[in-house]
């Protein structure tokens, strides 16, 4: 799922592709505005095709030193880049289920959530972002078939991220639950 996750780029999988017929009657649909939207429509029945957001999830887990466990993505897009384990909610999955799910398949451990760290969603954008804080119950971090590497990064020296709102996402976490026990 996590080649699926995506944010700012043009979505590649999930239905993006528009329709062409309707589901309705079968004629063709065509593009016209409705309610100040450009939205595709059947003439011959009034048939209107709304596009559903997609809600996907990401879970922030921090250690000790208040650093935030991050993987490097295996696969388009976004390929080489960091971002903190998420994917999309599947339809009738609960959403707290999708985001413990996502965590054991992108970095190999079983976590409990936290609490909601916050809600993301931007103009123009179907998706909408469910963030969780987390911590590990059982195993080690590890790669796996979706990550190259998994490690834990300081909130100063993340590494490229994926996603240009994980930067914010990152810097609010650190800013308000990440426990710092190094002395300085
Ligand atoms: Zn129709």
């Not at 909408?128 to 590890?142: K, N, Q, S, T």
Request: hydrophobic share 35%; glycine share 10%.
């Amino acid at each position: 799922m996590a080649d699926q996750q995506n944010g700012d780029h043009p979505p590649i999988m999930h239905g993006h592709g528009k329709a062409k017929f309707c589901l309705n009657c079968g004629d063709e649909l065509v593009e016209r505005e409705i309610d100040g939207s450009m939205r595709l429509a059947c003439e011959s029945c009034g048939y209107v095709h709304y596009t559903d957001p997609k809600v996907a999830v990401g879970v922030l887990i921090g250690d000790e030193q208040g650093r935030v466990l991050l993987m490097q993505r295996a696969h388009h897009p976004r390929k080489d880049l960091w971002s903190y384990p998420s994917g999309y909610v599947d339809a009738g999955e609960k959403v707290e289920d999708a985001a413990i799910r996502e965590t054991q398949e992108e970095v190999g451990v079983t976590v409990e959530l936290d609490g909601l760290l916050g809600l993301h969603s931007e103009t123009g954008n179907r998706v909408i972002l469910v963030v969780y804080r987390g911590h590990i119950v059982e195993g080690e971090p590890r790669a796996g078939p979706e990550s190259l590497a998994v490690d834990y990064f300081p909130a100063d020296a993340l590494p490229d991220l994926a996603f240009d709102r994980d930067h914010g996402i990152i810097h609010d976490w650190h800013r308000e639950f990440a426990v710092d026990a190094t002395p300085r």
